[in-house]
C-alpha cells in the first residue's frame, strides 16, 4: 500500500493541502479529481518526490520504480524530441532501442526529429506520456494527461490506462474531465480547496443517478 499520512503543504499565504490522508491500492488507477487549485498537483509532485510536505509524510512509494507526466514542460530550443528521449534514457540506463519504442506507441516516430516546440498541444502530451513510460515504471503518475488531446488520442490513452493496469502497474492521475475519470478509474479521491472530500470507489460515482457533475457540485457545496 501508498500511504498518505496527514499531509500538509503551504505556499506563502495559501494552503494547498490541509491534513491529507489516503492511501492508494497498488494495481489499481487512483483518479484525483476537483477543480482548479485543489490541489491535485501538488499532491502529485508529493507523491513523485518533487515536493516534500510541510508536515506529515508519504510512505511506501520508495518500493516501487516512478514514472511522472507533468502538465507541462518547458524544453531546450535545438533539441529534437528523438534526442531528448535518448538523453533520459541515458540518466535512466536505458537501451536506445526502447526510445523508438515509446515515440511509436505514442505516435510520434514520424515527427521525432522535430523540435518540441513545434508541436500541437496534443502532440506535447503525448510526448510526455512517452517519456513516462520510458524506464517501464511500476507506478505511473499523470497530471492532466487529457488537456488537448484530441479524442482519438483520448480513446488512445484509456487503452494505455487499460494495458498498464493489465501488467499490474499502479495508476494515479489528476483530471476535471469527470467522464474521462470514470471511464478508466477503479477509485476516486475528491479533493476541494485542499480538503479530502470523498475516497470513494468509482463505482459508486457510476451508480449515482447524478451525473459526476452534478455530484462533484453537490459535495462540493456541502463543505464547509
Same mark, same amino acid.
Not at 494495458?163 to 477503479?186: C, P, Q
Given at each position: ?14 494552503? %494547498?493541502?490541509?491534513? &491529507?490522508? +489516503?492511501?492508494? #491500492?497498488?494495481?489499481?488507477? @487512483?483518479? &484525483? ?8 498537483? @501538488? ?22 520504480? #516512478? ?9 531546450? @530550443?535545438? #533539441? ?8 533520459? %534514457? ?18 510520434? &516516430? =514520424?515527427? +521525432? ?13 503525448? &510526448?510526455?506520456? %512517452?517519456? $513516462? ?8 503518475? $499523470? ?7 484530441? *479524442?482519438?488520442?483520448?480513446? =488512445? ?11 499490474? +502497474? ?5 483530471? !476535471?474531465?469527470? !467522464?474521462?475519470?470514470?471511464? #478508466?478509474?477503479? !477509485?476516486?479521491?475528491?479533493? !476541494? ?18 451525473? *459526476?457533475?452534478?455530484?462533484?457540485? =453537490? ?6
Amino acid at each position: 500500500m501508498i500511504h498518505i499520512q496527514q499531509i500538509s503543504k503551504t505556499y506563502g499565504n495559501k494552503t %494547498a493541502l490541509h491534513s &491529507l490522508t +489516503a492511501e492508494i #491500492v497498488p494495481g489499481m488507477c @487512483t483518479a &484525483l479529481c476537483g477543480g482548479n487549485g485543489a490541489g491535485k498537483s @501538488t499532491l502529485l509532485y508529493m507523491l513523485a518526490g518533487i515536493l516534500k510536505p510541510d508536515s506529515g509524510k508519504i510512505s511506501g512509494m520508495e518500493q516501487y520504480t #516512478v514514472g511522472y507526466m507533468p502538465d507541462h514542460l518547458s524544453l531546450p @530550443t535545438g #533539441v529534437s524530441a528523438r534526442h531528448w528521449l535518448l538523453y533520459l %534514457a541515458k540518466l535512466k540506463q536505458v537501451r536506445k532501442q526502447r526510445v523508438d519504442e515509446v515515440l511509436d506507441v505514442t505516435g510520434l &516516430l =514520424e515527427v +521525432a526529429d522535430r523540435e518540441p516546440s513545434t508541436y500541437s498541444r496534443g502532440m506535447m502530451q503525448r &510526448l510526455l506520456f %512517452a517519456q $513516462m513510460i520510458l524506464g517501464k515504471p511500476d507506478v505511473l503518475l $499523470m497530471d492532466e494527461p487529457g488537456n488537448g488531446l484530441d *479524442p482519438f488520442w483520448v480513446e =488512445e490513452w484509456k487503452d494505455w490506462v487499460q494495458r498498464y493496469r493489465e501488467k499490474g +502497474a499502479t495508476i494515479i492521475f489528476s483530471s !476535471h474531465l469527470l !467522464h474521462d475519470v470514470l471511464a #478508466v478509474a477503479d !477509485h476516486i479521491l475528491l479533493i !476541494h480547496r485542499g480538503h479530502l472530500l470523498a475516497n470513494e470507489t468509482a463505482d459508486t460515482w457510476r451508480e449515482d443517478s447524478r451525473t *459526476p457533475e452534478q455530484r462533484f457540485l =453537490e459535495m462540493s457545496k456541502n463543505f464547509l
